[in-house]
């Protein structure tokens, strides 16, 4: 008797832990033609479920990989149309024209919350492929998941001053100039994916703080599962982003974690 | 008549092949990956280091069952030293088929990291994790205190370190530890045909340099140039010592991968046995600054430790799984390299090199050089 009270209590614990567990919002997944074929989209969605990933941005190089996961985890997928066949086209897409047909083939077929991600840098913006790709994001309004330099933003926003662009990796940009961004644009949003500067041993950078202060509601967090492997990444990283999260003020980490995410893809 | 111009022309030909090809500046390179063998400098961390006793008594404990908890094999089992420290198979099998090849046990002295994964910072504590770890050797620091205590070891380690029978286990464990990593300390892989002719260079005997294989000199290019393979084989252990993606998939199973470095740092902070713990007998904490210092990334996950190539050709199968049957095989994957499996901004060592059949054979007739032995 006294051993089932037990482990009814260490049931309750491990319950309750879990619930207490600060959800997130994973902006930066991709499941693509390579993990599709070593990680079915069922281990897939237990991964994320494992993790407390309440939901992801998936974008998938080809896009099969992200039709795949909707249908495995539909309450967790939010997705988004990445313009590769395969990840090996990141340097070369945008001048390759075939880029718009599968674009436009996919945008008819499914319906998307966003267009990338897509790796941009300076003067890219300005080819007609990521011209006609903008011109696609702006008539059902989806959100731009760029990946490349300031330059490229400053491009974005040019060509579509209403454009809600979420910057990957925070453009691997030094929280100064980050924030200088999200001054510039208040439709800028900030992804920290691939990024682990924002904390040493247990302790915030006070830069990073300070951007964190500045701009509570334009930073979120993402794993970037970019080869197969990394899938095993996302409960580690989910962990490491919770650790890191609860070192600020509970408001900024609630937003930073899911909040601020969430709120993105509400916006319009 | 006929004959004689052969012969003639046999020897014109060798004469045009023996010379230099290096440049100044190629020269200036391989003279970096020397002298070797490096000065030996005792471990401030084991006050056994350099002990003739503590070195007989950790290479018998090396080549002695003793050390696993049902004498079912020893360090020797898997660290043949018949077999340059190693053993031919892909993945090592301990108790179970453990997740990585075994690396081979030379030229550890004086490392910053050990393992694949870096889980250690000192030797000592690489020496300690097989004996404890369940899927090898699978004693613990109690059962390992019997075993030594019931031994005909008993009485060197008690010269050494004293009354085992007022040792805590745990100090029993760590002194076995260490009388092993004396024994470790000592094993260096020799001068090789490599060594001469970069010696040679160094003293300017070109005639001495001259009798190192053309093939291998285009190699030695190849791997200080075009294929930057220097980049991370540098120094004269040919190794930076850190951790990278070699591109190498690292699933273990369906369900399953090798952490590689994220795991080893994962281990490496919460252990007692690093520099920056109570078991380093150096009261100055040398080479603790990097324990304290280093960093997790997100890159961490899946990168492992960059190997020495001295003794390469001795050591296949290559990578950390063992998943490469030889030379020829690693220098095929790095020059078709699946860069798509790399982060967009990672590191961004590596890329296709796209070389000729001609140019797979000069690197590994270099590679061989770095093992075949002067004399």
Redesign the interface.
Known sequence: MLKHIFILGAALFCSTAIAEQRPIFDAHIHYSHDAVKLVPPEQVAKILRDAGVRKALVSSSDDNGTQLLLAAAPDIVVPALRPYRRRGEINTWMHDETVIDYLEENLTKNDYEAIGEFHAYGDDIKTPVIQRMIALAKERNLILHHHGDREAVDLIFETWPEARVLWAHSGFDDPASVVDALDTYPRLWADLAFRSDMVSRGSIDPNWKAAFEAHPDRFMVGTDTFAPERWYYVGPHADFSREWLDLLPDQIADNIAYANAERLLASQ | MKLWFTAALIALAGAVRAEVLLSADEIEQTLSFGPWPPSFHSDPSNRVSNNARAIALGEALFNDPVLSVDGAFSCASCHDPEQAFTTPEARALGRVLLDRNTPSLQNLAGLRWYGWGGKSDNLWAASLHPIIEEQEMAHNADSLKTAISESTYIDEFEVLFGDIQVQDSELVLVNIAKTLSAYLETLATDQTQFDAFRDALENQDLAAAVSYPEAAQRGLQLFIGRGNCVLCHNGPRFSNNEFHDAGV???LN????D?GR?GGLNFLLSSPYTLDGNWNDDPNRQGAWAVRNV?????D??TFRTPSLRGVSETAPYMHNGSLSDLNAVIRHYSKID???????GEAILSELNLSEQEIADLVAFLVTLSKELY
């Open positions: 998939p690292y699933f369906e369900t399953e991968v952490e994220f960093r997790r990334n997100h890159s996950f899946g860069t798509e499996r790399l982060h967009a901004d």
